[in-house]
């Protein structure tokens, strides 16, 4: 597991040495994550002054009434890290060495506050603190009514000039910084441990990709899960990314409705346009809608690095200058990981520390198991990445060392869940094919990325393609077995080139300066070098079809490697034929680790039933909360069979390309109402101006799951059924799932 050291030690040394005062001494410990949203005024230590403010852009020291001292909301933003914003909304900060009341948050408004504790004579007289502005690495110090600033590795005279008291003031005293609401009140009931010896009782979504932000080179999805200086940063304007009016937003023109013409970009407080359940490009997971959806009943959070090379490399040169990582399948994992990991940073700072926070990365079934019974939600990481390891059908490297190493890598970043195909054909086996302008796209790439294009310049560049073909394969496609259910609509290749694509390149001629001749290398040399472009539509007259790719000798020793290793494969985007080879090992093996997270099985009542047989998973990719229940029921029979616990979560796919479910018809959630065990009682919703109307939104963003739950138990209910119960036993069949490959390991 990845091991990420939120704050540097960098001056724990400093007040370990004794500043003599008398006999007194002061040795400064751990940073003050206690401070954590709570109101405090400050006092210079050891004497009357407090800070107050004297102007709009200025703060002073002054003996006053502490009930006359400025009061000061304290907002994490980081493990260490803290903004102070006072009752004006302005923050305290530090402008080369002076002291300035600020009126955004930036960087220069963090402070490192780290407790000192004061001793005479060797007994412990009090509890103060400094602060130190990361900025400059410069402490904060007072003299008797004013304030300045010097290096922090500057011997200090007397702890005097160097700490401040924070004195607790009440809530209401302070103005609290902006966030996102959780429209929802909890009870201290909430969090009484539960008995380890009982099963858990909560959801699975098995299907997300929280760290989406940071897939792509961070330049497709506007927005972030958190941000150190809070909401307004997180959930910006998106012109900066999708262009004046979404013009050049070209993941949203493909895939949500509406996009085609562009869209509002004013972000928070306005939200003109998003959240809303068919936003491919904008975050729809901020934490606090997290935390509202855990709130709800999610326990189990399964989410998944991603991403696309060739489209990555397209955006990025659009933002060359905002691209992180050089879209390589080794740095988009590397974000991505790191930044979920970021998260649970975050969380436990605004929370009181490390390990406080409700958000847990588990790496273990038996880790899960104890977050959740400590009131956590567990978070597994996966990783669905359509060129795993680079491992592309050209890839020769991709030998059996090369594919153990690579995999001891994702191991220890913490990842147990792995989809080997993704979306495109690969070194391990074929990509279950799709249908519409979507999976167009993936059949355009699925071309580039089993050939000799290192990146996507490589096609507009004629000099390089003098020594260096392009290669590669479009889908092998072919008529199905009798009896499987394969993509009936194919989408026209030549349709889609001479439609759907050229919104591409209108987009990039839009882009200042260099756009006209992105769009013009595109039709002029792009297209014509990737000739002859098949026109599935016409090509096969059968009424299915099938992707003929069967799975190869490297996805074989990656299938029984990630066996080996107690890991959970993932099935679905295989083609019916690597499925069918991969569920060969499985059996083989009596393997239990196997999920089909989204439902798209091939020949599903045959596989579905090889799954359960296994003891593995397989749940619905969203859906309405009706159609989910029918689903329950239809499927709990089949599991019981077999001997295993029943239990049946979904896979919402958050943030993944696509759209999410709305409640049922008619369904208006009664406001206020409670969680399913009466511990949390949900409000009607709302972010920033906007009030999300679940009726006619559905699940506008991951907080809404608690509206759609509570559909569902009402379903539930309804039809007098026991799927709602069974629903919020799918965190339970999920541990005992994963405990079961756990046990099967090898290593």
């Known amino acids: 597991m990845m091991s990420f050291v939120p704050l540097q030690a960098r001056y724990v040394w400093l007040l370990a040495i004794l500043l003599l005062v008398g006999c007194k001494s002061a040795t400064e410990k751990d940073p003050a994550y206690h401070l ?13 002054s407090y800070i107050v403010s004297t102007a709009i852009h200025a703060y002073g020291l002054a003996e006053v009434p502490e009930a006359e001292a400025e009061k000061f909301f304290v ?14 909304g302005k923050y305290l900060g530090v402008n080369l060495i002076h002291i300035e009341r600020f009126a955004n948050a930036e960087k220069r408004v963090e402070w490192e506050i780290n407790t000192v504790e004061v001793s005479q004579g060797g007994d412990k007289i009090a509890d103060t603190f400094t602060l130190v502005s990361p900025i ?11 304030f300045y600033t010097r290096k ?52 699975v979504d098995f299907h997300t990709h929280i760290g989406f932000p940071k897939s792509m080179g961070s330049v497709v999805m506007s927005g972030g899960i958190f941000d150190s200086y809070g909401i307004k940063n997180a959930l ?19 895939r949500a409705s509406g996009g085609d ?14 959240p809303r359940r068919d936003t491919v490009s904008h975050v729809q997971a901020y934490y606090r809608w997290i935390e509202r959806a855990y709130l709800a009943g999610l326990r189990i959070l399964v989410t998944h690095v991603t991403g696309n090379p060739t489209f990555c490399q397209l955006i990025g040169t659009i933002h060359i200058t905002k691209l992180e990582g050089d879209c390589s399948p080794e740095d988009t994992v590397r974000l991505q990981t790191e930044y979920i990991y970021e998260i649970q940073d975050y969380i436990d700072a605004q929370s009181g520390g490390p390990g406080k926070g409700w958000f847990r990365v588990a790496t273990s079934s038996e880790q899960a198991r104890e977050f959740i019974n400590d009131n956590k939600l567990a978070v597994v990481l996966g990783s669905e990445y359509s060129t795993l390891f680079d491992c592309r059908s050209s890839n020769e490297k991709c030998d059996a060392d090369f594919i153990d190493r690579e995999l001891e890598k994702i191991y220890d970043m913490g990842i147990r869940s792995v989809f080997p195909i993704h979306r495109f054909d690969n070194a391990f086996g074929g990509a279950q094919m799709g249908g519409g302008a979507g999976a167009a796209w993936m059949h355009l790439t699925s071309k580039m990325n089993t050939g000799e294009i290192d990146h996507i310049a490589d096609l507009v560049n004629p000099w390089r393609l003098l020594f260096k073909p392009i290669g590669g394969e479009y889908f092998d496609m072919g008529e199905c077995p009798e009896g499987v259910q394969g993509e009936r609509e194919v989408y026209s290749m030549r349709k889609f080139i001479d439609e759907d694509f050229s919104l591409v390149t209108n987009a990039l001629r839009g882009v200042p300066r260099v756009g006209k001749y992105l769009g013009g290398a595109l039709d002029g040399i792009f297209l014509n070098k990737l000739e002859p472009i098949p026109d599935y539509a016409l090509e096969n007259t059968f009424d299915s079809s099938c992707n003929r790719r069967t799975l190869q000798p490297a996805g074989r020793h990656l299938v029984n490697r990630l066996l080996d290793k107690g890991m959970i494969v993932e099935v679905d985007h295989m083609s019916y034929a690597t499925t069918m080879e991969t569920m060969q090992i499985l ?73 999410q479910s709305s409640g049922d018809r008619g369904f208006k959630p009664e406001y206020p109402f409670k969680n399913y065990d009466g511990t949390v009682t949900f409000t009607e919703p709302n972010i920033g101006d906007r009030i999300i109307d679940f009726e006619k939104e559905g699940i506008a963003h991951y907080g809404m799951f608690a509206e759609w739950v509570n559909n569902l138990e009402q379903v539930s209910e309804q039809q007098k059924n026991d799927s709602f119960e069974i629903f919020m036993n799918s ?14 390991a090898i290593e």
């Open 261 to 274: 013409s562009g869209h509002s970009t004013r972000g928070y407080p306005h939200f003109d346009y998003w």
């Open 136 to 146: 400059d690495d410069l402490r904060l110090l007072q003299n008797g009514s004013s």
């Open 152 to 203: 922090a590795d500057v011997a200090l005279a007397s702890t005097d000039k160097s700490t401040f008291n924070f004195v607790r003031q009440p809530d209401e005293s302070c103005l609290e910084h902006p966030e996102a609401p959780l429209n929802a009140e909890v009870s201290p009931e909430f969090y009484t441990p539960k008995d380890p010896a009982e099963p858990v009782t909560g959801y």
């Open 36 to 48: 954590a949203q709570g109101c405090f005024a400050l006092q210079a230590y050891d004497t009357e």
């Open 587 to 659: 059996e083989a093996r009596n393997y239990s680790g196997v999920v089909s997270s989204h439902g798209w099985l091939a020949d599903k009542p045959t596989m579905l039933d090889k799954i359960y047989q296994l003891g593995g998973m397989a749940v619905s990719f969203g859906g309405q909360p009706t159609g989910i229940s029918n689903n329950i029921q239809n499927r709990k029979e089949m599991i019981a069979k077999y001997g295993f616990e029943v239990g049946t979560g979904i896979g919402s796919d958050v943030q993944g390309v696509t759209s």
């Open 75 to 88: 907002k994490p933003t980081r493990l260490g890290g803290f903004m102070l914003y006072d009752t004006a």
């Open 236 to 254: 910006h304007d998106c012109d900066g990314l999708h262009g004046s009016g979404g013009a050049i937003d070209l993941l949203e023109m493909q």
């Open 731 to 744: 965190a339970e069949a999920y541990l005992q799932m994963w405990a079961r490959a756990e046990s099967a």
